[in-house]
Structure formats: C-alpha cells, structure tokens
C-alpha cells in the first residue's frame, strides 16, 4: 500500500462513517417524531402522554447534539492526522526533550490532554443544559470541578505509567513485544476495582442462586444524575452486583428480585467472563496489527505523520481503529442483545416476569428512554432489545411459565 492510498481509505472510511451516523441520526428522530403523539399500545396503562413526550424530546434533543459531536469529532481527528495536528505536536516536544520514550510520552499525553480540553464545552453543555432541562442533573458546577480533577489525577497515577511500560516495551522488547504488552494489559484488567458504598441485601436470592460474590453494591449516583441503573460486573471472587441508590428508591421489592435475578442470570451465563475473553482475544488481535504497522511508512504518512516512533504509531494506529471498526457495531451489539435476552429468560424462571417488566417500564419512564426506537438505528447501536421487543418477550416468557 502506498501513502496515499491509505491516506485516501482513511479518509473516505471516516467521511462515510460519519455520513451514517448522520444519517441514522436522521432515522431516529423521524421515527420518535412519528411515534410522539400516542404511547405505544402495550405501555398505555404504566405510562401517561406527558412521560412519552419527554421520552421523545429527550430523545431527539440528545440525538441532535450527537450529530453535532460526529461533525466535531470528524473535524477533529482529521486536523490532527492529516491536517498536521499530530505532526506539530511531536515537533514540539521534540524541542522539550531528547529522551525518545520521554518525546513520546509527551505526544501522547499533548494530543489527550488537548482533545479532553476541546471536549469540555460539549460535556458542559450536555450536563448542566440538555440533563438540567429534562430534571436529570445533580450535579453542582463544583462537584464536576472536583470530578474532572479526580479523574484527571486518576487517569495520570494508573495510566502514566502503563504508558511508559508500554512504550519502553515497544522499543525493547523485540519482535515479540505485542505479546507481552497484551500481557501486561490483561494484568492491568484483573486487578480488583472498588466501589464507594456497600450495602448487602435479598441474601437469600443470592444463595438460591448460589451466587457467591463480594456482595451486592449500591452506588450513590443521586449525587450527580437521577438517571437509575444496575449492572453486574467482575468474575470470580470480586463479581458484584452493582446498584444505583436512585433505583433502589424507585422499586418495590419484588422488582428488586426481577432486576437482581435478570444480573445473576448474565452470571449464570458467564457472561462477563465471555467478554472479558473476547476482548482480551480482540486486543492480542489488535496488538499484533500493529506490530505490523510500526515499521510501514505508508501508514504514517498516510496519516499526515513524518516522524516515525513507537509512541506516534500507538497514537495513530489508536485513532485509525475505530474508523475500521465502526461497521462492526451491528455485531457487537447483536452479541450483547443476546445476552439480554437470556439474562432475562433466567429472571422469569427465578422470580416473576411481570415484575421485571414493572422495573423496566419505571427504569424507560425514570431515564426517559424512547419506547419507540427506529428499528435500525437500534440493530446498530443498542446493546439492549428495544423496550416492545424486549417486554413483549418477557411476557410470553410470564405466561408459558
Ligand atoms: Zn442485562
């Protein structure tokens, strides 16, 4: 492959990825516009107009200003690749020092420290204006302050130092280098993670289930967000169950049991641990492709970028993935729907099936998530059956049992 003929697949894959993204956009509104006027037959009873036009306005507002990220977003990767971006960041720190593994360090930390600040006002703007409007934000100007700065240090204190593992590996390591950076990367993934509060609950669904765990955990979302979720996460002995406090609230405590049994049955169907090893396949994957890139010069200059080193090809090889990747979502998400479905047959044999469907109709109706997905748009994107499809299925399951 030449330079220019990568330059101009990078290109055109990125143009047309956002021209689908645009055009999905495009499919969603029209479709939650179409259905505004009446709620869908099967939510009539649970769910009144004035929720279903919030649903729809949610919906629609953050559609649109996801549109304008895709343009934002497209403009900005092409600036930093082949508008030169990347290329006057390592000149620049190329004058700072004459360390290599410090320049690339420095790159690398330049373009994301940069493309966090550009991101600001976006997040700024969904937080404080599209959350504020719809009643969702929690959150004082002060506690995303605090935030941003925890998460700034955090993300210095764990991932600088991967960064400089990584890079050092790289360039000395040899040939074989992408199998031990896949290994310390799979290391780094099965460290513990903790969680703020724990609160443990319903013990003895969990021992019918003979689900053992570091327990069941309750996180206070409220603070920022009165969006509500639960979610299982971890293997082995750090798997937990992980609930919002805004949930909680909202639930009786048979919906507790539906939604508690719906995340023990993605464990009884090592699900995580599917993932976790689909992923860590993936990455290897990945690790090697770009072992094969580090030393082709069409890849760099294909993507706006003279300089060669290790730190820069990790940076491109990074920003030029998810431009391949994008038509694979289907597919990912399909997978994931899937899970769904058997997390949700294994909560209708366990507990009631109506149950989970009374806590799923509150969960739409609490996050203000649209009953009425453009069906494509949701093969594409959703990692979860839309509501009909998904309720629907419950209540087949309720009624065969
Ligand atoms: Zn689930």
Not at 82 to 99: E, Y
Not at 185 to 206: T, Y
Not at 380 to 385: A, D, G, K, L, T
Request: glycine letters at 6%.
């Amino acid at each position: 492959m030449t330079a220019s003929q990568f330059s101009a697949l990078f290109v055109a894959a990125l143009l047309s990825n956002a021209v689908i993204k645009l055009w999905l956009a495009y499919r969603q509104l029209d479709h939650v516009a179409a259905n505004r006027a009446e709620v869908p037959a099967a939510f009539r009873e649970q769910i009144n107009i004035a929720a279903h036009h919030k649903a729809a306005d949610y919906t629609s507002t953050l559609v649109r200003f996801g549109g304008l990220t895709v343009l934002f977003d497209t403009f900005l990767l092409l600036a930093f690749t082949v508008g030169g971006g990347i290329q006057w960041l390592s000149d620049a720190s190329s004058s700072l020092t004459d360390s290599l593994l410090l320049q690339g360090v420095a790159v690398i930390v330049l373009v994301l420290v940069l493309q966090s600040l550009l991101e600001i006002p976006f997040d700024l703007y969904r937080t404080f204006n599209i959350e504020a409007r719809f009643g969702f934000n929690k959150m004082t100007l002060k506690l995303y302050l605090l935030d941003a700065v925890k998460g700034t240090l955090l993300g210095a204190v764990l991932g600088l130092p991967l960064l400089f593992a990584v890079l050092w590996m790289m360039s000395a390591m040899g040939d074989l280098w992408w199998l031990y950076v896949w290994g310390v990367w799979v290391f780094n993934k099965f460290e513990p993670m903790q969680d703020k509060a724990q609160k443990s609950r319903i013990e003895a669904l969990l021992a019918r289930c003979g689900f053992e765990s570091s327990g069941l955990f309750v996180m206070d979302g409220s603070k920022r967000s009165s969006h509500g979720n639960a979610y299982f996460t971890g293997f082995g002995k750090t798997k937990r169950i992980v609930f919002y406090d805004t949930l909680l609230q909202r639930l009786s405590s048979g919906e507790i049991d539906a939604v508690l049994a719906h995340e023990l049955g993605h464990f009884k169907h090592r699900h995580v641990i599917k993932r976790i090893a689909f992923t860590f396949a993936v990455s290897l994957g990945f690790l090697w492709l770009l072992a094969q890139l580090l030393n082709a010069d069409w890849f760099y200059l294909g993507m706006g970028v003279t300089t060669q080193s290790t730190a820069i090809a990790l940076l491109l090889f990074f920003m030029a993935l998810p431009v391949f990747t994008f038509l694979l979502h289907p597919l990912t998400s399909a997978y994931s729907r899937k899970h769904e479905f058997e997390a949700d047959a294994y909560a209708a044999q366990q507990t009631d099936a109506n149950e989970l469907v009374n806590a799923l109709v509150k969960l739409y109706q609490d996050n203000a998530k649209t009953l009425t997905p453009d069906p494509l748009y949701a093969t594409f994107y959703e990692s979860h059956p839309p509501a009909p499809i998904r309720i629907a299925h419950l209540q087949k399951l309720g009624v065969a049992k």
